[in-house]
């Protein structure tokens, strides 16, 4: 089956400094990829998407690119705010549809950014 | 635009009791899911409807009902709750082929005591 595999955290990182949150996946055929944020007592949000290989998809200056030769869609930012503090969790949605389109999860990291 | 409302935003049940989970959507989309978040264990599929009157199991179903009567509400019901159900609930919805991701509700926080 399709899984979603994240990095361990917690991350607690500088503010302007640089970020890389590493996501792999098992899947078969051409899943789309994800990355949503949660904000303290918020609901989740996607926050970038690509949809096939190679594709680049990139929001409020983070970026992600979909690696099939490598399954991974690590996600950067250049220079990480405090507004940044959240958590971050990869998924995908399987290819072609129907009950394989559900979304199967990472298990999410904390990324905390001191002023 | 309303997206994915869910309610109640909050409830506290006994042991035994049963409840409904609101879920309502007003996008027009076909696929509707739930979810628990548990702290370490990400967000897991309970079940998952494809569009009206198709629904399937997720991951973790057992001691959860649903129905699909309409496109627009995916209600989730607990039979009778036990404090392993404690968790925060997400109802999330999509188009037909869930390449463009999921649009989520703001949860329901669940207590069983």
């Known amino acids: 089956g399709n899984s979603v595999t994240q990095m361990e955290g917690p991350v607690t990182l500088s503010e302007e400094a640089f970020l890389t949150i590493n996501c792999t996946y098992t899947a078969t055929g051409y899943p789309s990829l994800f990355w949503y944020v949660q904000y303290p007592g918020e609901g989740l949000q996607l926050l970038l998407k690509?949809?096939?290989?190679?594709d680049k998809g990139s929001n409020k200056g983070f970026e992600a690119t979909y690696r099939k030769e490598t399954t991974s869609f690590h996600l950067e930012k250049g220079s990480v705010q405090v507004s940044d503090s959240a958590v971050y969790f990869c998924?995908?949605?399987?290819?072609?549809?129907?009950?394989?389109?559900?979304?199967?999860f990472g298990k999410g990291i904390t990324l905390s950014v001191r002023p | 635009n309303a997206g994915v409302t869910q309610t109640p935003k909050f409830q506290v049940l006994k042991t035994g009791q049963s409840m409904t989970l609101q879920c309502a959507q007003d996008?027009?989309?076909?696929?509707m899911s739930w979810y628990r978040q548990d702290p370490g264990m990400g967000l897991r599929l309970i079940h998952y409807s494809v569009g009206a009157g198709i629904t399937d199991q997720g991951e973790v179903p057992n001691g959860y009902n649903v129905s699909r009567s309409t496109t627009e509400d995916f209600p989730l019901r607990l039979l009778s709750a036990a404090p392993s159900q404690t968790s925060v609930y997400f109802c999330?919805?999509?188009?037909?082929?869930?390449?463009?991701?999921?649009?989520f509700g703001s949860g329901t926080r669940l207590t069983v005591v």
């Open positions: 996008m027009n989309h076909e696929y």
């Open positions: 999330a919805s999509s188009y037909s082929s869930g390449v463009y991701g999921y649009t």
């Open positions: 690509a949809t096939k290989a190679d």
């Open positions: 998924a995908l949605s399987g290819f072609r549809g129907g009950a394989n389109s559900k979304l199967t």
